[in-house]
């Protein structure tokens, strides 16, 4: 098909979107715009075929069959660039991330310090504490709330292991008067996601030549009265799929350098027999439109 006739069949379709007609969503339309030219394009410019359209409707009815719709927006980067341009354009609130497919309402609220798991959990012991901060401000957010999940030392969470209690690795832990808060958790293992022979797509991943590792990771939710809410990852320098993310959601400004500790008299103090580490992040939140109208 030439240029031109590619250029003609744009507009058509793009005209076939009638912003006067019944119940139309001119914002809609808009976009719809964007996709299709861009769409279109694309497939003139890999020149497909009718039997590769086939091949792509028969591949995305699995997908839907199997409802693996959000791991493909994962590991096409979708959800990071989304969540990006959602939350961007707040240089001093955290960084926002994506919150994953494993998010779990109403795990154990505690006092901070909390410890996150089983007494007994294997795994290299880790101390993460820091203070929840108001950006506008600079001021400590007393009380305020972080909703945390994580996957043991090999990678997996509670919900797929069968060895693990029901809502280890997951505690709502309240942060004291000063807005500080402390949890005992030890190093996440990094992991691969999904399952290649139960994956609708992970023929297409393979065929791409693209892996399903995932970094250690911290998954965490934030909220403070007069505080815009928050999802937020945390990071470890050192692990080995750090630059090579699955799902592109690795950022510096949310990635941790911990610190080892050997000496008996440290692992005494902390009621640990093996060394340890320690990290240091605090959270910056921004206040909601409200609050910074009050305190004008």
């Known amino acids: 098909m030439s240029s031109a006739r590619v250029s003609g069949l744009i507009q058509q379709v793009v005209a076939a979107m009638r912003p006067s007609a019944p119940g139309a969503d001119p914002a809609l339309q808009a976009r719809m715009a964007i996709v299709l030219r861009h769409l279109l394009e694309a497939v003139e410019e890999a020149k497909l075929t009718e039997a590769e ?124 008067a000063s807005g500080r808060y402390e949890i005992e958790t030890v190093v996440p293992g990094c992991y691969e996601i999904g399952d290649a022979s139960g994956l609708a797509c992970g023929g297409l991943l393979q065929s791409l030549g693209r892996h399903r590792m995932r970094p250690g990771h911290i998954h965490l939710k934030l909220s403070a009265p007069g505080a815009q809410p928050m999802t937020t990852l945390l990071y470890f320098r050192g692990d080995p799929w750090i630059d090579d993310d699955s799902i592109f959601s690795v950022r510096e400004d949310v990635t941790l350098t911990l610190t080892q500790h050997d000496d008996p008299a440290e692992m005494a103090a902390r009621g640990v027999k093996a060394p340890f580490h320690t990290g240091h992040f605090d959270f910056a939140m921004e206040p909601t439109r409200t609050q910074v109208m009050q305190d004008a």
């Open 53 to 176: 359209l086939t091949g792509v409707c028969a591949f995305l009815d699995r997908i839907a069959e199997a409802k693996e719709w959000r791991f493909l927006t994962h590991v096409f980067g979708l959800d990071t660039l989304v969540t990006e341009t959602t939350h961007g354009g707040e240089e001093r609130r955290t960084v926002d991330n994506v919150e994953g497919p494993l998010y779990a309402a109403g795990a154990p609220e505690v006092a901070s310090p909390a410890l996150m798991m089983r007494p007994d959990e294997p795994g290299e012991r880790l101390f993460l504490s820091g203070y929840v901060i108001n950006t506008a401000t600079g001021q400590p957010l007393p009380h305020a709330l972080l909703d945390i999940w994580q996957s043991n030392a090999a990678g997996a969470y509670a919900e797929d292991d069968p060895g693990q209690p029901e809502w280890n690795f997951r505690r709502r832990v309240t942060a004291d």
